[in-house]
């Protein structure tokens, strides 16, 4: 199966209904706002504007693919373009009004988003009792992680006050996460949890799932973003432990990347090729700014092929694979997950060649060279025997070919009940989905069914 990504269809209500009807009359209302007060310099003002966006975007491509004074100049040119757009602005005595204009359209997309959020329970998982309660729960913490937050937030002794039994990653000698958790069950634990990044979540996650254990998150990594999509406490690590006595259970898919599992994702091309320079845990940015031009033309790293269903993906610069899909409120159609359930992969590619295809994402999801679609199986090849690979940020050399499936409703995690949990997705602003939506509500019976 293979699909382009898609939201929620709208709610057919009366509220969503007048928001729709909101949004378009604030849109008008931009636009005269422009016409009235600039009259005929508006249709040019929003010419230089979209010019500039599209100067912008364009410089910030030659800048990334580029080394000398070229990159310079586009450095700069990525930086004077709007403030060009300013200054002609205001030199034509039309500032304010673009100002007012940008903040009543803005509101509109505000708006229109609300209308088509959609039903506000379908995007939320499912929640079942945890039952019955852990009697030997097993929790792999590494005290390295996160700065340092197991020792900052005390979660051993807090666990162990839990009834819990702790491992700490700790001393010089490598340590075999997955090995730990294996004894650990075959001990008798029966739940597995993790304080640690997401790569060590995955591997732990993975051995959970295949004995049908309970797992548990720990948000003790530096960024947590499987903590943060199940909806947990980012902040204060030690309020995941509530789900030790008071818990609920979510039942998720896993990714699987040549028989490993991955929680997030699993991304190919120029952010796995400049994770793997070695030079990269020394000084990050000096390293992407030096690897990137020779990835962006075609000078350096595999030259990738992707095939998920019917889709075939032709030589992508970048190409990432999540345990189901991202949200598409942005150009990429990155942000969050809000489900883990949909028994589906998450696709984005990108292949820009030259600057004005870099100009040209400004279309968004139709900009040539990016594709984002939703698959059961992907399967990418090479001309390399091997190539590196991020998996849930760990950079990985794989053999290829690279074959990632899903692994539905495989993981049994239990969250606390009491949580901050996530909030709604932002749909993306379509305007034909929102005009069918404004219309008479006896055209509602086939709005859920109304083509992206």
Known sequence: MSAETTGPGPRSTGASRWLARLSFALAGLAIVILVVFAELASLAMFAVALAAAAVSLAAGYVFLSRRGLL?????????????????????????????????????????????????????????????????????????????????KFDLKRKAEALGAEVFLLEGPAHIDVAEVARRAVTEGADLLG???????????????????????????????????????????PSACLAALSDAVELRIDLG??????????????AYAEVVETPAYRGDKLDTTLNTLPDLLQGHRGAHLHAQAGGTLIDAPQAL?????????????GLSRRSRLDRGVLGVV??????????????????????????????????????IPVGVDGESILMP?????????????????????????????????????????????????????
């Open 194 to 236: 993790v304080a640690g990044g997401d790569g060590t979540q995955a591997l732990v996650a993975g051995i959970a799932a295949e004995h049908g254990l309970p797992f548990m998150v720990i948000s003790a990594g530096t960024r947590n973003h499987f903590a943060l999509d199940l909806g947990l406490d980012r902040e204060d």
């Open 349 to 386: 590619s990108v292949k820009v060649s030259s600057a004005w295809q870099a100009a040209g994402l400004l279309r968004g999801k139709n900009a040539t060279g990016l594709k984002v679609l939703t698959t059961e199986q992907i399967k990418i090849t090479s001309d390399e025997p091997q």
């Open 71 to 151: 990159r310079w100049l586009a450095l700069a040119a990525f930086v004077l373009a709007p403030v060009a757009v300013i200054i002609v602005f205001a030199f034509q005595n039309l500032l304010w009004v673009a100002i007012a204009a940008a903040a009543v359209w803005l509101l509109a997309g505000v708006t229109a988003r609300l209308a088509l959020t959609g039903d506000q329970e379908a995007w939320r998982m499912p929640e079942r009792p945890a039952q019955p309660p852990p009697r030997r729960p097993y929790l792999i913490m590494n005290p390295k992680s996160g700065d340092g937050k197991v020792g």
């Open 400 to 452: 290829t070919p690279v074959t990632c499936t899903v692994s539905p409703g495989a993981l049994r995690v239990w969250v606390p009940r009491d949580r901050p949990g996530i909030p709604a997705p932002k749909p993306p602003v379509n305007w034909t989905r929102l005009r069918h939506l404004a219309g008479p509500a006896r055209s509602q019976a086939n709005q859920i069914q109304a083509p992206n």
């Open 320 to 332: 990432l694979v999540s345990n189901n899909p991202y949200g598409t409120g942005d150009i990429a």
């Open 256 to 269: 699987v990347i040549n028989n490993q599992t991955f929680v997030n994702n699993a991304s190919f091309g």
